[in-house]
């Protein structure tokens, strides 16, 4: 396994990150703990979580994910050996997350409630990298919207500064680490950036976007922020909520599966998807691999990735998942994926 570093916090995680959100809903406990159990054996140090998890989100369940973690490091007793990355909501009109019953907003009193409740089911005294899972001020959902509407932007939201001054007191207090962002802009994270130079604040260590073979965006104008500022992105839907592994080809609807479940996968379902991912299909049967791997191993292979975050419902998913870092993106595959995204560019952003 590969280990890169996490910004400029000194931090090594490995290449690959275990994703979590399914745990709590589309798997149990045990299977929870097996997971990461595996994870671990295979060289994985970086587990990434949120209060929200698991999706989707919902009153009942909201926390259980943290709780399974929780409960096994309180097993293994292995705390030390795993680089711990949870996650705040952002402004929200979710009314579940807080003990008042009302939105979620990222107001000083909130996220010192959030983040006591996510060290209690977690059983630690402290985040490794705490996240901002959306941002709190008004935009389209996503890091690099391909529209905008009239007012779209409007509303109120905390200052930058105030959001950055909340979790520099985590940071005093021992409770978390470092800090990321999630979901989030080029200009958001250069204002984070500033405020923090501005103002002697903690620095922004990663960006939690999406990323995929259909969903490049983060090219346009993040890439380089990361490059330049050292902030890694830590990508998530690297196979797009599995559209990527296949199984939805041809109007296919796996029993169990996240779409034949909870119907909510619409983000990967744009007009121009089917036909980008027929394409990657076709590569992956040219070049005798599994186009789960290839998917994969494009993602991690990109210079300005920290880390790739991979997600399971079985063990069978879980070590094909694993085993991509395995597979080498030469030059010559690159080629082939440039110019299939030529032709298809970014249909689910």
Request: hydrophobic residues 35%; aromatic residues 10%.
């Given at each position: 396994m590969e280990y890169r570093s996490l910004g400029r916090t000194g931090l090594k995680v490995s290449a690959i990150c275990l994703g979590t959100m399914t745990w709590g809903e589309?798997?149990?406990?045990?299977?929870?703990?097996?997971?990461?159990?595996?994870?671990?054996?295979?060289?994985?140090?970086?587990?990434?979580?949120?209060?929200?998890?698991?999706?989707?989100?919902?009153?009942?369940?909201?926390?259980?994910?943290?709780?399974?973690?929780?409960?096994?490091?309180?097993?293994?007793?292995?705390?030390?050996?795993?680089?711990?990355?949870?996650?705040?909501?952002?402004?929200?009109?979710?009314?579940?997350?807080?003990?008042?019953?009302?939105?979620?907003?990222?107001?000083?009193?909130?996220?010192?409630?959030?983040?006591?409740?996510?060290?209690?089911?977690?059983?630690?005294?402290?985040?490794?990298?705490?996240?901002?899972h959306w941002p709190d001020r008004p935009m389209?959902?996503?890091?690099?919207?391909?529209?905008?509407?009239?007012?779209?932007?409007?509303?109120?939201?905390?200052?930058?500064?105030?959001?950055?001054?909340?979790?520099?007191?985590?940071?005093?207090?021992?409770?978390?680490?470092?800090?990321?962002?999630?979901?989030?802009?080029?200009?958001?994270?250069?204002?984070?950036?500033a405020e923090a130079n501005a103002h002697g604040l903690p620095r922004v260590a990663s960006i939690q976007n999406a990323y995929s073979l259909i969903n490049r965006l983060y090219e346009v104008a993040l890439a380089e922020v990361s490059l330049r500022e050292d902030i890694g992105l830590l990508a998530y839907s690297p196979l797009a909520q599995g559209y990527l592994t296949g199984k939805y080809r041809h109007g296919e609807l796996p029993a169990k599966s996240r779409k034949a479940l909870f119907n909510r996968l619409q983000r990967y379902e744009k007009p121009g998807t089917e036909e980008a991912i027929e394409a990657y299909w076709d590569l992956a049967q040219e070049l005798r691999v599994d186009l789960t791997q290839l998917a994969l191993a494009f993602v991690t292979s990109r210079c300005f990735v920290a880390s790739n975050i991979i997600g399971a419902t079985t063990m069978e998913q879980l070590k094909i998942c694993i085993a991509s870092h395995k597979l080498v993106i030469t030059p010559e595959i690159e080629a082939k994926i440039d110019a299939i995204h030529q032709v298809h560019m970014n249909p689910a952003p």
């Open positions: 589309q798997n149990t406990e045990t299977e929870g703990h097996e997971q990461m159990d595996y994870a671990l054996d295979s060289g994985i140090n970086f587990f990434d979580t949120a209060e929200l998890y698991p999706v989707p989100p919902k009153a009942e369940t909201a926390g259980r994910t943290e709780s399974i973690i929780g409960s096994w490091f309180h097993q293994r007793k292995n705390r030390d050996k795993v680089i711990l990355a949870s996650k705040v909501v952002g402004r929200t009109p979710m009314d579940w997350f807080r003990k008042d019953k009302g939105p979620a907003e990222l107001s000083r009193a909130q996220m010192t409630e959030a983040l006591e409740g996510s060290l209690r089911r977690l059983r630690t005294d402290f985040i490794d990298l705490y996240q901002l389209p959902w996503g890091s690099n919207p391909t529209h905008f509407k009239k007012g779209e932007m409007e509303g109120e939201y905390h200052s930058f500064q105030s959001i950055l001054e909340v979790l520099q007191d985590f940071v005093k207090q021992g409770k978390i680490r470092h800090i990321g962002l999630s979901n989030e802009s080029a200009w958001g994270t250069m204002r984070f950036i």
